[in-house]
């Protein structure tokens, strides 16, 4: 199984490195002895940078075994107590160039102990790019509806005073209903109520409601109802563009991906954090270095670190 993995790893790298055709993978060999219940292994991590297609790649082979299985792996297992054990896996994660391109994520996975073993894997694509053209109708649908609409029923009330047109007061009447039905959508959609041209059209469908109650303030039954409705949505959109600002101008926490990711002498192990066979998480802290620290304290780490993790 180990030559089989190592062969995968180098026609993984033959084949990225011709795909990119103008870096190779540098290779860094590693091993660790295990003192006491740390655990033994070694393994193979090749990096590519600054390529013509990949920004940033790396294929890693990591081989780590254990002299006894933890109690957490042994619960549902008895009969697995006190056994050794041992995982092999191989770990790919290219990051294109291009921002077009979705990175790459794989890994291959064997582990076994004693007479009892496991292999399987996986592979997924991390989409990082999401084009959006600036008039892009997707985006705007709801303010368009919104203007459509509120034109529409302005329309249908000159008509219905001009041509003494009974039936085109029902058009009226729906204005509001259908604000409220847009502005449902639009929660499910947008950060906030003003975006995408919302400023104007929002504005511009409440003066038009306003003027068709005040306009057909005879016609209307509970009219003063039809009033409070409209100030209940304004008072509802009102709050979440308030709300959608004090998120974006009060400070918090975060993380900046936009620095640079640390120099290449950090590389080699970041890559192998990330490429410990994930079967083999029934002992999690393979190292010291890769237990996922808490929640409180993630914010003190390097942003590459974070993101890669």
Sequence with gaps: MRAALGELQEALCAGFGAADGTRSFEKDSWQRAGDGEALAGEGITALLEDGALFERGGVA???????????????????????????LGVSVVMHPR?????????????????????????????TAYVGVRPLELRFYRVPIVLLFVTVSCALFSVLQRRLSWDD???????????????????ATRAAH???????????????VHLWLLRRHENEIPFVHWWHAAGV??????????????????????????????????HQMNLWRRRTIPEASLIHEAVFERMKMPDKKYRPKLPNKFVMER
């Design 61 to 87: 082979l990591s081989d780590v075994r254990g002299a006894k299985l933890p109690p957490a792996a042994t619960a549902r297992n008895p009969q697995l107590a006190g056994r050794s054990y041992r995982a």
């Design 98 to 126: 291009s921002p077009h391109i979705p990175t790459g994520h794989m890994n291959v996975r064997y582990f076994s102990a004693g007479d009892v073993w496991w292999f399987g894997g996986g592979f997924e694509e991390i």
């Design 168 to 186: 085109a007061r029902y058009p009226v009447i729906a204005l509001l209903p259908l604000m409220y039905a847009l502005a449902l959508g639009d």
């Design 193 to 207: 109520p003003l975006e995408y041209f919302g400023y104007v059209i929002w504005p511009l469908a409440f003066a």
């Design 232 to 265: 209940w949505l304004f008072a509802a959109l009102a709050a979440w563009e308030v709300g959608w600002w004090i998120g974006e101008l009060v400070p918090k926490p975060h993380w900046d991906m936009t620095k640079d990711p640390p120099r290449k002498e």
